[in-house]
């Protein structure tokens, strides 16, 4: 049994495909190389104790019966539960959590976490072969019932499976995850803060996970996966909208598949921007900031940019030439490989 570990695991960016996987849809996100990291080390009795490092703020509890508490603390509390509850024999512990993926910025820092702790305290017990996709199922629980944000599975699959170079086409119907190469010639991806920090809890992304339930319900459809653009045409407002863009950025998670196996540059910045004024006309989710930043990577020359994750503000995705001058404060980023256990 060993008695100290470290798991790393990344954020993600979203290619394209937002909003879709809680509805069933598609999605094209890939890990990136900023991430949390947890140092477990196995200690007598009975209790978790945790530190945040970046914030310096500590917790310690009960391991049997961990309280619920707002903030940083509901993730280590949720995972631990959450495991406890799959089954898992969490040893008592104490945790070291560090990171470098920005927060609340729309880079799945809350992801990151979940499954850092989850890796670290699955080692921690000796467990090595859990599958990827429930490990998914039971950070998201976390997210959902300790965080209170009704988040998908999007950012713990591409945090969990991430790939080397690859994006990862994800069905959320079937679950079938396909990797996909993502080779941009003479251009890169570059993300850029537009000073609006995001929350999922305490944004307007439950509200939109309710609206999207209730168009669904309107349409008597199991979910938006199965809506037409001509019956979407047909709901009240904003749910004609809302279920718009589910539909049409299905459409262009497949589209975007298709222009990177054709090399298709142009194709793929177009998709981007398309994808982007949808969410904001017609999924309301962008802010004056993000569009001041959308504008800054277009004046910069990107093919196409937009908000990414899940929206009120955080990071923008810009498609821009090898060698644009990128505006201030914008960054690189290359899809890299997933979770992992760093040592024991
Ligand atoms: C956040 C959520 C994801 C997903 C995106 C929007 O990142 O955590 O589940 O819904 O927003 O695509």
């Known amino acids: 049994m060993p008695e100290r570990v470290t798991a790393f695991a990344p954020g993600r960016v979203n290619l394209i495909g937002e909003h879709t996987?809680?509805?069933?849809?598609?999605?094209?996100?890939?890990?990136?190389?900023?991430?949390?990291?947890?140092?477990?080390?196995a200690i007598?009795?009975?209790?978790?104790?945790?530190?945040?490092?970046?914030?310096?703020?500590?917790?310690?509890?009960?391991?049997?019966?961990?309280?619920?508490?707002g903030g940083w603390r509901a993730f280590v509390r949720g995972a631990v539960a959450e495991l406890q509850g799959a089954g898992v024999p969490v040893r008592a512990a104490r945790l070291r959590i560090s990171g470098d993926v920005p927060r609340g910025g729309g880079l799945s820092s809350s992801a990151a976490l979940e499954v850092a702790l989850?890796?670290?305290?699955?080692?921690?017990?000796?467990?090595?072969?859990?599958?990827?996709?429930?490990?998914?199922?039971?950070?998201?629980?976390?997210?959902?019932?300790?965080?209170?944000?009704?988040?998908?599975?999007?950012?713990?699959?591409?945090?969990?499976?991430?790939?080397?170079?690859?994006?990862?086409?994800?069905?959320?119907?079937?679950?079938?995850?396909?990797?996909?190469?993502?080779?941009?010639?003479?251009?890169?991806?570059?993300?850029?803060?537009?000073?609006?920090?995001?929350s999922n809890a305490a944004s307007g992304y439950n509200e939109r996970r309710r609206e999207c339930a209730l168009a669904s319900e309107e349409l008597g459809v199991t979910s938006l996966r199965e809506a037409t653009l001509e019956a979407a045409a047909a709901l009240p407002s904003p749910l004609d909208r809302r279920a718009k863009h589910i539909i049409t950025e299905n459409q262009?998670?497949?589209?975007?598949?298709?222009?990177?196996?054709?090399?298709?540059?142009?194709?793929?910045?177009?998709?981007?921007?398309?994808?982007?004024?949808?969410?904001?006309?017609?999924?309301?989710?962008?802010?004056?900031?993000?569009?001041?930043?959308?504008?800054?990577?277009?004046?910069a020359g990107a093919?196409?940019?937009?908000?990414?994750g899940g929206g009120f503000g955080g990071h923008v995705l810009g498609l821009m030439p090898r060698d644009a001058r990128l505006p201030e404060g914008a960054r690189e980023v290359r899809p890299g490989p997933g979770a992992r256990v760093m040592d024991r």
């Open 21 to 41: 996987d809680y509805n069933q849809g598609l999605a094209l996100p890939f890990a990136i190389s900023e991430g949390v990291t947890v140092f477990a080390e």
């Open 44 to 69: 007598a009795g009975d209790r978790v104790q945790a530190t945040a490092a970046d914030l310096n703020k500590r917790d310690d509890f009960e391991l049997a019966r961990p309280p619920s508490v």
């Open 118 to 198: 989850t890796l670290a305290l699955l080692e921690l017990a000796d467990i090595r072969e859990f599958d990827r996709i429930e490990l998914a199922k039971i950070c998201s629980k976390t997210e959902n019932d300790w965080v209170g944000a009704q988040t998908g599975l999007l950012d713990q699959l591409a945090s969990l499976l991430g790939e080397d170079d690859h994006a990862l086409r994800i069905d959320f119907r079937s679950l079938e995850i396909t990797p996909v190469i993502l080779e941009l010639g003479e251009f890169k991806l570059v993300t850029l803060h537009s000073g609006d920090k995001h």
């Open 303 to 308: 093919l196409g940019a937009r908000i990414i």
């Open 252 to 299: 262009r998670v497949d589209a975007s598949v298709a222009a990177l196996e054709h090399h298709d540059m142009d194709e793929l910045g177009r998709l981007l921007d398309a994808s982007h004024a949808s969410l904001r006309d017609c999924y309301e989710v962008s802010t004056p900031a993000v569009e001041r930043t959308v504008e800054k990577l277009h004046d």
